[in-house]
């Protein structure tokens, strides 16, 4: 059953004039995970695998659990030591929980103590702990490709260094005697201070395009930071900026050098070698100068194609400048976050306002979902027109639960204060929903065709087996998934 409203959310700039408007959608009811072991807790950080066999969720300072979507159940657990409370993105909350890097090496990124590490680990043995494979130290940003990684010729996992100002590259290891999963190879890092840029981005969010060799950046103005890249300041200037560079493949030598040592006597005959300045060089970049930005930081960012979306989140507070170099907080309203859309052929872009509540972009870069408790409506928007294409409950007059059969697991959507987080799958087909009590709410995202009756329940097919790899040191146990 699709639920829309006509109205359309507020342009804040129209120079780039979105598309007609949409066709509704479908939001369909598919599978309900729950753990009925141990105490509960909320759902706070939620990340699909890349064939959406997996979602690994973060629960506690402690843990992260791998859900086995065929077997509607816990796959493995993931212990890690934790400093910092977990809490949904925020201007105060900046930290990437986690990422399944890849099905076929059954990998998960995790960042851990302060927020500053991020750990590699194996989830391949089913009801155990995961095992730790890897640290990498001074990852205050970092992305993973939505690809899987063994599947991935270029760098699948990046890293940003605020010290250097530069953002390195890790390939997965293919190398039979590979004694960690992924090897830095600094000689392809992008060094910020030599893009040619206007200025140098700081702390930038990070993200790959889900499906084309592109690493985007986006960075707003930024002062110091606390412990954790957590921001408590905000810039007046025009410090906002967008980036994209395009990911070179590399040759399977390469990729199958033992260590990044093993690869200097390879790269000089190697045509796609990323070495020498051009891999510093950007794509394309912009500065956007919408007024509504030069107070906000990007807290999700997305990209598909050619195309990125990202939202913005505005300071609540402003420093008015005193004599003796002083300032003096004043709270202001920040009511909207703010959907930046940028086209990397045009190099043109486009921005729109949604409350400022939290939300999160689908892959495909199709939607933006938000979750209004103080409003009690769960809204996704279509980023080309602007418009809501699906909204829960549907406006007055509108279907009701009783009269349409609809009802989300555990009266997620019916009652919005126990939605804690949501995320769109990797191929932006299902939709999941973490609330209060720890369990998933998995949902088919589907488009309204004509005559479509109401949405019912939808049963996922069973996911098949993973592919036989060579075994690498940090593979062992992968064929107990097979």
Request: glycine letters at 6%; one cysteine or more; a positive charge.
């Amino acid at each position: 059953m699709h639920m829309v409203s006509s109205s359309k959310l507020r342009l804040v700039d129209n120079r780039s004039a979105p598309t007609a408007r949409p066709d509704p959608i479908d939001i369909v009811p598919a599978r309900h995970l729950t753990e009925s072991k141990g105490k509960p807790h909320d759902v706070f950080h939620i990340d699909c695998s890349p064939t959406s066999s997996f979602i690994a969720t973060k629960h506690s300072n402690n843990h992260v659990k791998m859900w086995s979507i065929a077997k509607n159940a816990v796959h493995s657990t993931t212990k890690i030591t934790s400093y910092f409370t977990p809490q949904a993105r925020s201007r105060e909350y900046f930290i990437r929980s986690h990422a399944i890097l890849s099905e076929s090496a059954t990998l998960l990124a995790v960042t851990t103590h302060f927020g500053f590490n991020l750990e590699i680990h194996n989830f391949s043995k089913a009801n155990s702990s995961s095992k730790k494979m890897q640290t990498i130290d001074d990852a205050h940003r970092w992305a993973a490709s939505k690809r899987d990684a063994y599947q991935t010729n270029y760098a699948p996992l990046v890293v940003y260094r605020p010290k250097p100002n530069r953002i390195d590259k890790f390939f997965l290891a293919r190398h039979p005697n590979a004694k960690k999963p992924f090897w830095e190879d600094p000689s392809s890092a992008i060094e910020l201070e030599r893009c040619g840029l206007p200025f140098v981005p700081k702390f930038p969010e990070l993200a790959y395009s889900a499906n084309s060799p592109f690493l985007i950046a986006a960075a707003g103005p930024r002062h110091e930071l606390n412990p954790g890249g957590m921001s408590s300041n905000n810039n007046s200037g025009n410090n906002v900026i967008l980036v994209a560079w395009q990911m070179t493949p590399v040759s399977e030598n390469r990729l199958q050098a033992r260590s990044p040592a093993d690869t200097m006597s390879i790269h000089s005959n190697d045509s796609s070698s990323t070495y020498g300045d051009s891999r510093h060089a950007p794509y394309r970049y912009i500065v956007p100068d919408y007024p509504a930005l030069q107070n906000a930081l990007p807290a999700v960012l997305a990209a598909h194609g050619s195309l990125s979306v990202s939202i913005w989140i505005p300071a609540t507070h402003q420093d008015i400048p005193l004599p003796g170099n002083k300032f003096r907080r004043t709270p202001v309203s920040a009511p909207e976050r703010f959907v930046l859309v940028w086209d990397l052929p045009s190099n043109s872009t486009r921005i729109f306002g949604i409350p400022n509540v939290q939300s999160c972009v689908s892959p495909d870069c199709r939607f933006v979902a938000y979750c209004d408790t103080a409003r009690s409506a769960f809204v996704i928007v279509d980023v080309g027109s602007a418009e809501e294409v699906w909204r829960w409950p549907p406006d007055p007059g509108g279907a009701s639960p009783t009269s349409s059969g609809w009802a989300s697991f555990n009266g997620q959507l019916e009652n919005l204060s126990k939605v804690t987080v949501f995320e769109f799958s990797a191929d932006s087909k299902m939709l999941v929903v973490g609330d209060t009590s720890g369990s998933l709410g998995v949902y088919q995202v589907k488009d309204e065709a004509p005559g479509h009756g109401p949405g019912g329940r939808y049963e996922l097919p069973p996911t098949g087996p993973s592919p036989t790899l060579p075994q690498q040191p940090w593979h062992k146990g992968i064929n107990e998934l097979q």
